[in-house]
């Protein structure tokens, strides 16, 4: 009963002064005016309402200069979020049923002061003790869904502030804590565990321990769980809950693997955290993807991404076998068409300097090209070394070419077997690329070693 | 690589060189896996592989198997091309390296014992479960990456890209070859599918 008057008190301090001298003032309160305060507040519940939206409205009016007026500045948002849940349930009531909704909250002396009691007798310290209660009385009466438990609340919420000095111990006390805790850490400039307090107020009774739990949720997460606060500033007495369920996905974004004790009543939240790492891991490949992928740029949601995905592989897959079936047909023709893969890619490019650049038609060769169909090993080397091999200029003209051609054939014999080991290591496929860049170094050697 | 002496790129036949370098810079290989996705896209990889290709081409030629169509041995031929041109760092690369010889088996004896039972209880399961829609395309795209049935959506994700890439390689690959083998007889290199399966090549 003390405490619930000494609240009272501060509230109305802090009410009007609206400063961050009411976090000094307010310890200093105690006792003995505080019935007739109480009495005052619940008059003026009706005045709390607006004031506490003029506090929302004003917010910024106590900046943070100090700890205490970043409180102030954290309160007038909680506030504000009361505010409006006092507002949203009975803003049209009659003042007379506000003040009787309060009486039916507060007429029984007994009712109130044993749950602030609750929370009182496991805190130690002194702070928490006034701040604790206010909270969790503003709790219980955004369940009860009265707006003047919501004034009474949001005039406990003033405490915030000296919780908050006090608060660093993280005593906790059900969903008062949690609530004072919220205030206080965003007035700690988000440094306590936002989410502890968060997931005090939307499960109260189970915040009996929570206090310490969260003292060790990551900044960030704690500075967009407030961003979050900050941003839901309306909401009903049931979506109050929600929305402090919201703050508990934004300490999923603070993906960071420092050893998180997992909270009670929360312990799937070291499960959202890694679970929000992995949908990062996936989105980020799903963004490679889409570049990958062409049509897919426009293309959002996991679902059509990976039809686009499959698709596409499916048509890759698909050409390979069309392809593979034409260029067996084809092969038969290698022979022929050997040397016109030599004429071809040697233009492109070649090392060995005996090829000819060929623009000719491959018919027109055929002749030259049956000395190759002779040694049909050897002009796959050739080629091979075309293609390569690509970049550089045959120098040779096209009349040497049959000349070059059976001068590159006693060269080319001794590379035959080489080539006829490389097909008995085909098998092993790794070493193919030693042996063929092995035959390469062969016939490069032998092809500067012509000249002609 | 004995390959490439010069930098001469610009020569490739195969790859548009200019094209390459500029996706390569787009790319920036600013994370591992943009580096994966544009050495898909070197000429280098393109001439490894077409190398490759071109000797399994000559190979297949050399030894015709009657048992099996040989657009099928150049279609193996080709996956085993590619996948040891990736190297042994991607699971679908292994997974075709290392299946020639085993899966085929297992392939063989899946289907027989395995069609029956499946579709009799997937046929009840589906009129009462519906498998969410993401999980059946992720199991699908495992299915279609060699390899990664099982993989969890992130590395198969990681695995597709890099597949992904070197398909378009290889179909880059096999159609330029396609179309210098037959280019004299002037017939398009189709790359759609849909299009006639075999081109009629002029004696």
Same mark, same amino acid.
């Given at each position: 009963m003390e405490k619930e008057p000494f609240f009272a008190n501060s509230t109305v301090i802090n009410w009007q002064m609206?400063?961050?001298d009411a976090a000094a003032s307010l310890p200093k309160l105690n006792s003995g005016h505080l019935n007739l305060i109480w009495d005052q507040t619940i008059d003026q519940s009706a005045k709390f309402g607006s004031a506490l939206s003029s506090l929302v409205s004003s917010?910024?009016?106590?900046?943070p200069a100090t700890t205490a007026g970043g409180d102030s500045v954290v309160i007038h948002e909680l506030i504000g979020r009361l505010g409006s849940i006092c507002n949203s349930g009975?803003?049209?009531?009659?003042s007379s049923h506000y003040q009787s909704a309060n009486n039916s909250c507060y007429s029984t002396p007994m009712n109130s002061p044993p749950k602030l009691n609750l929370s009182i007798v496991s805190n130690p310290a002194h702070m928490p003790f006034s701040a604790d209660p206010g909270f969790e009385k503003a709790a219980r009466c955004s369940t009860f869904g009265c707006s003047g438990g919501g004034s009474h609340g949001g005039g406990q919420f003033m405490f915030p502030e000296v919780g908050k000095l006090g608060n660093a111990q993280e005593s906790s006390s059900g969903s008062g804590n949690a609530k004072k805790r919220k205030a206080a850490l965003k007035a700690k400039g988000?440094?306590?565990?936002l989410s502890s307090s968060v997931t005090a107020i939307t499960n109260p009774p189970k915040?009996?321990?929570?206090? #310490?739990?969260?003292?060790?949720?990551?900044k960030p997460s704690e500075e967009t769980g407030v961003e979050k606060e900050s941003a839901r500033e309306d909401g009903d007495a049931p979506s109050k809950k929600m929305e402090e369920e919201k703050i508990n996905k934004?300490?999923?974004?603070?993906?960071?693997?420092?050893h998180v004790r997992a909270r009670r009543g929360q312990a799937t939240d070291s499960h959202s955290l890694a679970e929000r790492v992995r949908r990062e891991k996936i989105s980020e490949r799903m963004k490679l993807l889409q570049d990958l992928?062409?049509?897919?740029?426009?293309v959002t949601g996991k679902a059509v991404m990976l039809d686009e995905i499959i698709n596409y592989v499916q048509l890759l897959q698909r050409q390979v076998e069309f392809l593979s079936m034409k260029l067996a047909t084809v092969n038969p023709q290698l022979d022929f068409n050997l040397e016109n893969f030599v004429t071809e890619d040697m233009e492109i490019?070649?090392?060995? #300097?005996?090829?000819?650049?060929?623009?000719?038609?491959?018919l027109e060769t055929t002749s030259s090209s049956f000395s190759f169909a002779n040694q049909p090993e050897r002009s796959p080397l050739i080629s091979i070394n075309g293609l390569e091999l690509?970049?550089?200029?045959?120098?040779?003209s096209h009349p040497n070419f049959s000349r070059n051609l059976s001068m590159q054939q006693p060269p080319l014999e001794g590379i035959a077997d080489a080539s006829c080991q490389l097909g008995t290591f085909w098998d092993d496929d790794l070493r193919t690329v030693v042996q063929m860049g092995f035959s390469q170094n062969q016939e490069n050697v032998f092809s500067k070693s012509f000249p002609g | 690589m004995i390959f490439s002496d010069s930098p001469a790129i610009e020569q490739n036949g195969i790859l548009d060189p200019a094209k390459d370098r500029i996706r390569i810079r787009k790319r920036g290989g600013s994370t591992a896996a943009q580096l994966s996705l544009s050495r898909w896209r070197t000429s280098k990889q393109n001439r490894i592989y077409s190398a490759k290709l071109f000797d399994a081409l000559r190979r297949i030629r050399q030894t015709d198997?009657?048992?099996?169509?040989r657009s099928q041995s150049v279609k193996v031929a080709a996956d085993r091309a590619l996948a040891v041109t990736a190297g042994g760092r991607t699971r679908w690369s292994n997974a075709i390296l290392a299946g020639r010889s085993i899966r085929r088996k297992n392939r063989r004896i899946r289907p027989a014992g395995g069609g029956e039972r499946p579709t009799k209880l997937l046929s009840a399961a589906r009129r009462s479960v519906k498998i969410p829609a993401v999980e059946r395309k992720v199991k699908f795209l495992g299915r279609l990456v060699?390899?990664?049935?099982?993989?969890?959506?992130p590395s198969l994700l990681e695995e597709a890209t890099d597949y992904i890439a070197a398909l378009e390689m290889q179909v880059r690959v096999m159609a330029s070859l396609a179309e210098k083998l037959s280019g004299f007889a002037g017939v398009p290199v189709a790359s759609?599918?849909?299009?006639?399966s075999a081109s009629p090549i002029p004696s």
């Open positions: 609206r400063s961050p917010p910024s009016s106590n900046l009975e803003i049209s009531a009659p988000n440094e306590t565990p915040k009996a321990g929570v206090g #310490g739990l969260n003292a060790k949720k990551s934004p300490p999923e974004v603070a993906k960071d693997y420092i992928v062409p049509g897919c740029s426009k490019h070649q090392n060995c #300097g005996l090829l000819p650049p060929q623009p000719v038609y491959p690509e970049g550089q200029l045959n120098p040779f | 198997s009657p048992v099996k169509p060699p390899g990664c049935r099982k993989l969890p959506l759609r599918p849909e299009s006639d």
